[in-house]
């Protein structure tokens, strides 16, 4: 697999990186949730690609993204992969971490990589 990162990120930037698990850890279609630098990362394997976000619900505040219910959505022109919170079930998109209930609201997204088998994540962007 190759290093995944969202639209956004700065390349150019230099990363501290992060071993979460073994990509065979986390079921297809599910996220985990991993420690890094103090933060809680809810990350996801879906539809063959790795995302990571911050785990905290940006409308309840409890860290609970992680345990999220994934799937695909389609705005307008726009699809692409999200995740609901498991409680209010507001989703964000999984690539930009955007809500798509209220445009004011996004979540952290983090670089993620495969490398060997093993999942990375990179520092905040």
């Known amino acids: 697999m190759t290093t995944l990162t969202p639209d956004h990120a700065a390349p150019s930037l230099p990363r501290t990186w992060t071993r979460i698990c073994a990509l065979s850890d ?3 279609g599910t996220g985990v949730c991993a420690l890094v630098g103090g933060q809680q990362v809810a990350v996801f394997f879906v539809a ?3 995302f990571a976000l911050g785990n905290r619900d940006p409308f309840t505040g409890a860290n ?5 219910l994934t799937g695909s959505y389609t705005r307008g022109d726009v699809a692409g ?3 609901a919170s498991p409680l209010l079930k507001n989703a964000f998109d999984l690539r930009s971490g955007q809500s798509l209930d209220d445009p004011a609201v996004r979540l952290p997204v983090y ?3 495969v490398d ?3 999942v990375w994540i990179g520092s905040p962007d």
């Open 26 to 28: 986390i079921l297809p």
């Open 48 to 50: 063959g690609e790795v």
């Open 64 to 68: 609970v993204m992680s345990r999220g």
């Open 81 to 83: 992969l999200k995740v």
């Open 111 to 113: 670089a993620v990589r």
């Open 116 to 118: 060997g088998g093993d």
